[in-house]
């Protein structure tokens, strides 16, 4: 009753097209909403981590210390050089010997052994004379990822083992191919460690993870709420609504970036090789393209639970078609073509190649490239949804 | 207040619009709507559910864009001016819309942030003391009881000094006491010369307003002040008083004449639009013992005919 005497009446006078106070005001309110809802909260900051921990120490596609028997027909410093040469590398554990084919067949069957080395009589010699003797390793290849790593190893240690072995006269032979048929190069992972690979292009995951379904919830929330109907009947702009609703969430991703960037150096001994500057920057366009992803999902779900399952939605393909899980240049054209529309396929790229590889600005420009593609293209989706729920 | 206005604008009405169509896909929800809200007035809305209430409402204040009709409320145009209308307009939404997860205090601030009011904090704490939620002013609003809710809803509204409220069922789900507290309040506010347009569908808040218009499947059927509304209908009725009311409801409900037997306490009101028919029966009853006489149709008797006949009348329109 007494507020008119108490306070001056209020200036009517016509709103800016934008208002950073408006905009200040979503924005602020967001933090505050993020802040009380402790298991989105925990879930932005523990998400990361846990992923890190289950996908980097679980999730292990190059096991080490496989049970291996060997038989061993020759014998001499080469052969003992080949054998040390295999303990050493530690994808194999040498559980004894074996004596006859049939001897070795039982144990693979048998699940006792994953490997049976068999080095054949006058293997030396063979080797000397140059006439490429077979060494002969028989593996359990009933679980291929068991046993890929090591079978691709083998013809290295084999080479390494030679190479130690002959010297003077007989070192040309010491380069010639072994009878394997497996070439693997790790040129940037030397030790083949699984973790090496997979942490960085976990950040791809988690991030399309997060970035995508708390944008898409946030937005939803709002009409789901009710709250949406109050806050177009005030003077607010649309832009401000979505630019204060959507920034917060562009810092949570810096923070799980920091957080998991951390991580994976302490845990895990990432090395981060290349540019930071080519690295920040195709890390906020992965951003922005997962933040207007989550935007087209709340244009078109009607509840939280909506938003919800269309962001896992999209998150399965960042997971199988990014070349996250499985090689990308091992899919079928056609998976190919799909995981190309996959933003975290790119982001994947210019992680791996500027953290494992040391690339720069130079290396990403192709991803950069399909990256700015992808988001225009989600941009215009949105945004011509987005005018149409608004009546 | 009055200097607010733009030069060039009715001064006496605040929202004048016509012809006023909305469709939602296949759906017309609002078809060819007119209406003449005089300043000062509090204009109800009446109507059942899913009439079109909300959707006129909504055009009214820019939050949507009719698809056909003009118009202007507080002299801006509601299809090109929205902006401005939003500035000058209070809208109560029918479903709390604060932020639960926020305190009583920083919904309000938020509100006064987005109409960038000066001396906010001032304007904060003064609303906070007339709601007399000064000490919880750091109690989530999701924790209040529906009653404080909607005085929260209400004083959020207020907070920019608006010269239009639109309240869109404002009391649904309120305690009696509240609800006459609101009303309190909302004639104080019309006494200050703000304009006020209401959609319920109580009858006890409908006898509160000065205006009337009756909305059924987004056609309005009655428009005017609202001691002329039962004329407009043209309702007859008489009161019935006497023994076994009860068993006369059931015996009078079939016969020709006889639209609607509303029972009022201790007497049955008979009303019917053709006063020949009616009357007929009312001779054919008149020596069974109860005393009957006729009286002029009140707004009770208007309600409850617009609201049973909502489906009749449409289909007859549609027809």
Redesign the interface.
Known sequence: ?N?EI???????A??PRL?F??F??VLA?EF??MR??RVTFAMMIGLPILQLMLFGFAINADPRHLPTLIEINDSGPLQRAIVAGMANSTYFDFRGAVHGLAEGEKALREGTANFVVVIPPDFERDVVRGRRPALLVAADASDPTAVGGAAAALQGIVAGAIGQVLSGPLQGLAGGPAPFSVTVHREYNPEGKTSTNIVPGLLAIILSMTMTMITAVAIVKESE???M????????RPVEVMLGKILPYVFVGYVQTVVFLVAARLLFGVPFEGSALAFFLGFNLFILVNLALGFLISTAARNQMQAMQLSVFTILPSILLSGFMFPFAGMPQWAQWLGSGVPATHFLRIVRKVMLKGGGLGDIGGEMGALGIILAVIAVVAMLRYRQTL? | MSG?APAGAARSAVIAVTGLTKDFGAKRVVDHFDINVPRGAIYGFLGPNGSGKTTTIRML?G???PDDGQGTCLGFDIRREA??I????G?M?Q????????SIR?NLD??A???????RR??VD??LV?LGLADRAKQLAGSLSGGWKQRLALA?CLL??PQLLLLDEPTAGVDPKARRDFWDEIRRLAGQGVTVLVSTHYMDEAVQCDFIAYIAYGKKLVDGPAGEIPRQIGLVTYKVEGADLAGLEAELKPLPGVEQVARFGASLHVSGTDAAALERVVEAHAGDGRRWRTEEAGLEEAFIYLMAGARDNFARDAA
Not at chain 1, 6 to 12: D, E, F, Q, T
Not at chain 1, 229 to 236: D, F, G, Q, S, Y
């Open positions: 009753m507020r108490v306070l001056p009446p209020v200036k009517l016509p709103s208002s106070g408006r200040f005001a309110k505050i909403q009380r809802d709420r009710g709250t109907e109050m806050l177009i009947a005030t003077p607010v009546d | 607010i204040c939050l949507l864009t902006e401005r939003k500035e000058q307009v809208y939404t479903k709390f819309s604060l932020y639960e997860d926020l920083e938020f509100v942030r987005m109409y960038r009011l000066d001396r001032q304007r003064q609303a007339d959020a920019h000094a």
